[in-house]
């Protein structure tokens, strides 16, 4: 039996220009405006943890937990830039219900952390995840007119 599975990614809150909630897709839009010429586009792929060779609590507990770490960007952004997560890998116990939140908080131009929540009886062995941050980046070549 296939099943299928919806987990949380969230964006910026500083994110600059028009930000609105569709309530009947219950997607959040966001538009932000590049000014620069160079937009960068950095990205990783991160194992968050591995709690079952150890019994960690994402294995044992129960209840709110969570894992947070933070991540630094190669460039610092000229700005803080847009953060997008997906899970890569989710090695979970078929035996609960599978809950999980993804999210990029604390966005600066330097890094992020890359937050993952569980609760309730889901047990969560390990998790990776992928990360990409779209944003404007310095132009070393652009006049300042100011």
């Known amino acids: 039996m296939r099943g299928l ?7 910026s809150p500083q994110i600059s220009g028009n930000l609105g909630f569709s309530y009947a897709s219950g997607h ?6 590049l000014r620069s010429l160079i ?5 990783g792929d991160v194992v968050l943890f591995e709690d079952f060779e150890d019994g960690g609590e994402m294995w044992t ?7 947070r770490r933070r991540i630094k960007f190669s460039e610092k952004y000229l700005s803080e830039p847009t ?3 997906s899970i890569s890998l989710w090695d ?5 219900v599978l809950r999980a939140d993804v999210a990029a908080e604390a966005v600066t131009e330097k890094g992020f952390d890359m937050v993952f929540r569980t609760w ?5 062995a390990r998790a990776r995840i992928a990360w990409t941050a779209f944003g404007e980046l310095e132009d070393s ?3 300042d007119v100011g």
């Open 83 to 85: 953060v997008q997560l």
């Open 120 to 124: 309730g009886d889901t047990r969560v």
């Open 61 to 67: 507990g129960r209840g709110q937990r969570e894992r």
């Open 5 to 11: 599975l919806y987990f949380a990614a969230s964006l």
């Open 39 to 43: 937009v960068g586009v950095d990205s």
């Open 28 to 33: 959040k839009r966001t538009m932000k405006k």
């Open 92 to 96: 979970m116990d078929a035996g609960s």
């Open 141 to 143: 070549d652009a006049w």
